[in-house]
């Protein structure tokens, strides 16, 4: 078993930044592919970004490439999500999620999600 918790969510001004940590429970963290997915008012929850096991190959949707990155450290069992030049459009909860590969995490089918942690860029 896997519990999530994310933090660093907040208000900010567009054009800045953010970054989101989520720290993992268990011993078997450095197992997991990690990744991030967003759920803005009256959408349907998508895939921000997924990161392997190792931290060496990540993946991210179009709308965040460039400005968005995310990275890992298994010693602390954290993964973090940097965000730069935020937009408007990137407001929504942000929701860390864990599964065996990177391939269910970008499919969404992690097997872990967090509780999520609400992330608002005015304009």
């Known amino acids: 078993q896997v519990q999530l918790v994310e933090s660093g969510g907040g208000l900010v001004q567009a054009g800045g930044s953010l970054r989101l940590s989520c720290t993992a429970s268990g011993r078997t963290f450095s197992r997991y592919a990690m990744g991030w997915f967003r759920q803005a008012p009256g959408k349907e929850r998508e895939f921000v970004a997924a990161?392997?096991?190792?931290?060496?190959?990540?993946y991210y949707v179009d709308s965040v490439k460039g400005r968005f990155t995310i990275s890992r450290d298994n010693a602390k069992n954290t993964v973090y999500l940097q965000m730069n030049s935020l937009k408007p459009e990137d407001t929504a909860v942000y929701y860390c999620?864990?599964?065996?590969?990177?391939?269910?995490?970008?499919?969404?089918?992690?097997?872990?999600w967090g509780q999520g942690t609400q992330v608002t860029v005015s304009s």
């Open positions: 999620a864990a599964g065996p590969t990177q391939g269910d995490l970008i499919s969404g089918a992690p097997n872990y």
């Open positions: 990161i392997t096991w190792s931290g060496g190959l990540t």
